[in-house]
């Protein structure tokens, strides 16, 4: 238990201490409890006379006493308990607190409640008249005053809440001076630790109240400075979330980015940093050696909700990718989706295979607010395409990245990169790739070998000979002597690749036909998720039918540090890695 923090839960005006109790009693093993029985709340049956005054009172005197316990204090209110504790803190009645849980608040008590609230509370006697204007006016009043002082604010609602609508969960940042955001929990309602989503809100709850106590410490502010230094783009999404910096400084990428060592232990100390999310399996290619070719997807498209949902999970996760088993160029609201997000300050990127990247389309993304793109392109003629990529078209292919290109010259913030995956097949056409791509104006190649069990008899590593080496070598210082540099695949996972680009280029040559057998570079079931257009996620992007949960149903704590995923960190660096990791070039 950490002894210098206390959690004082403050229930409804209608409700009692037991709807909070199963949220008590997730947190309790942590952190101290006190669980607040606002005055005259004896009768389960009967709402006592409103008493602002009083509940305030009982509230502050909680507060207050953890404090004066020398305790770090987070308050947690639920329904009317919200505008209660809201009320006390814009009037003074006690200190701020280190973090505020808003659950299921009212912004604004209108006409439409009486009508809800009777259906909520059937079998139970209404509240007097007197007691009902009261606290509407209070409720109005405390929603739309402005809350002072600097504090973390976290506001989560029951996407199926019966007595306040969903939507009132929306906007409430601008009440708050400090760092606010919202989490809307799919099928939960007015008291989401009473419903199938219990353990889920319980665990957003508990995330939040652990990044209040483990921020902070010394050299975390330099650090961070000096890191973003070397990523300039993570200051508009760390500075505004002193509660996500040490996720990132914690981080396998964070510590390598400054020159520290990483533990690569069982269980994740922190949360996942970067999340590639499949916007959608819908995809007019089949190509030879992709995983779409062999798994069966159903065809769908992740909505603009779902993907809120789910960025509402990762508060920490800074970089955003869309790819998967799809094309995202496929899912009509795919600007949509880069500018929602973009919005908040992540870095956005996402890996197309250019057929449908058109111009008005690439003039919406990059409005939107993209910040990377990586064109694959595996093919240097036709027929190579036609035989190893089919359905590709690959003049149209070369037009869409050329026009992309230029519509970006003038945007230096979009970085653009080719992919390519070579195989045995492939490798005698790479200098003629690499030809093709030092035309096209992209800022980097990086190449991959084959990466799936399945293909292994086709990739590099399987096929290694002199003839092959000599292949690649003289292709890649083609690529150098023109001034393209070429990556490793190893530098998917870096920060700050563009002040450290030389520590990724592919020098050797030979070290993509190598495989390590035994874990040294790869970080992913660390710092990344994988998540799937249903809003499921995998262990890692080269295991994409390993499921290990579901994002919007349950607690990300079950998933991230879960059975699977931490046998899968063991397994990785034990003397018997997984098959999957043997053949990966990046492990």
């Known amino acids: ?93 006690f200190a701020p607190p280190a973090l505020l849980v808003l659950i299921g608040a009212p912004r604004r008590i209108d006409m439409g409640y ?96 652990a990044d209040v106590l483990e921020s902070g410490g010394p050299g975390q502010r330099e650090a961070l400075a000096r890191l973003c230094e070397i990523e300039p783009e993570a200051r508009a999404f760390f500075a505004p979330r002193p509660l996500s910096a040490r996720h990132l400084l914690r981080s396998p990428a964070g510590r390598r980015a400054l020159g520290l060592d990483y533990s690569f232990l ?15 399996t819908h995809c007019g290619l089949r190509c030879r ?28 996760a800074y970089r955003i990718t869309f790819v998967g088993l799809g094309e995202p160029l496929l899912n009509p609201e795919v600007a949509d989706l880069v500018r929602l997000a973009a919005r908040e300050g992540r870095r956005v990127g996402l890996v197309t295979n250019a057929m449908h990247l058109e111009r008005p389309l690439a003039e919406r993304l990059i409005d939107a607010g993209l910040a990377s793109i990586a064109f694959s392109l595996d093919c240097p003629n036709q027929a190579l395409t036609d ?17 992309f290109v230029e ?8 970085a653009k990169a080719v992919f390519s995956a070579v195989s045995y097949a492939s490798l005698p056409f790479l200098g003629e790739l690499i030809d093709l791509v030092r035309g096209l104006g992209v800022d980097v190649l990086m190449l991959s070998d084959l990466n799936f069990a399945w293909n292994v008899a086709d990739s590099l590593s399987k096929n290694v000979d002199a003839p092959a080496a000599n292949e690649l070598r003289e ?31 592919l020098l050797p040559p030979g070290q ?34 390993r499921v290990i949960g579901d994002l919007l149903a349950e607690p990300l704590c079950d998933i991230w540090n879960g059975p699977a995923m931490r046998e899968q960190r063991r397994a990785m660096t034990s003397d018997a890695p997984p098959a999957a990791c043997l053949v990966c070039p990046r492990f």
């Open 1 to 93: 238990m950490n002894a210098r923090a206390e959690v004082v839960l403050v229930h409804g005006y209608t409700g009692s201490p037991e709807d909070l109790a199963p949220l008590a009693g997730a947190l309790a093993p942590r952190v101290a409890i006190t669980q607040v029985a606002l005055p005259g709340h004896e009768d389960r049956q009967k709402a006592p006379p409103f008493d602002a005054g009083a509940f305030v009172a009982r509230i502050a005197a909680a507060v207050n006493g953890a404090r004066a316990r020398g305790r770090e204090t987070v308050l947690v209110a639920h329904s009317t308990g919200a505008s209660l504790a809201l009320a006390g803190l814009q009037d003074g009645a």
């Open 114 to 209: 009486r009508s809800r609230w009777q259906r909520a509370s059937a079998g139970r006697d209404p509240p007097p008249l007197p007691a009902l204007a009261a606290l509407i006016s209070l409720v109005n009043r405390a929603g739309v005053r402005r809350v002072p002082g600097q504090f973390p604010v976290l506001v989560l609602h029951g996407a199926e809440d019966e007595l306040v609508p969903a939507a009132d969960a929306s906007n409430w940042e601008v009440a708050f001076h400090g760092p606010a955001r919202t989490v809307l929990v799919l099928g939960a309602g007015h008291n989401p630790f009473a419903g199938p989503r219990a353990r889920l809100a319980a665990d957003v709850v508990a995330r939040a109240i």
């Open 266 to 280: 069982e269980t994740a100390p922190t949360e996942p940093l970067f999340v590639n999310v499949e916007i959608t």
């Open 289 to 316: 050696y992709c995983a779409r070719t062999r798994l069966r997807r159903d065809a769908r498209h992740m909505p603009a909700d779902t993907f809120r949902r789910v960025l509402e999970q990762l508060p920490h």
């Open 387 to 403: 035989e190893l990529r089919p359905g590709t078209d690959l003049p149209r292919v070369l037009d869409h990245i050329a026009g």
């Open 407 to 414: 519509l970006a010259a003038s945007n230096r913030t979009v």
């Open 475 to 505: 292709a890649v210082r083609r690529a150098f002597s023109a001034g393209l540099p070429v990556l490793s695949v190893r530098a998917l996972e870096e920060l700050g690749l563009a002040a450290r680009y030389s520590d990724f280029l």
């Open 512 to 545: 993509l036909m190598q495989r390590a057998p035994r874990h040294a570079v790869c970080a992913s079931p660390w710092q990344t998720l994988p998540v799937g257009a249903d809003g499921t996620a995998t262990v890692c992007d080269c295991q994409p039918e």
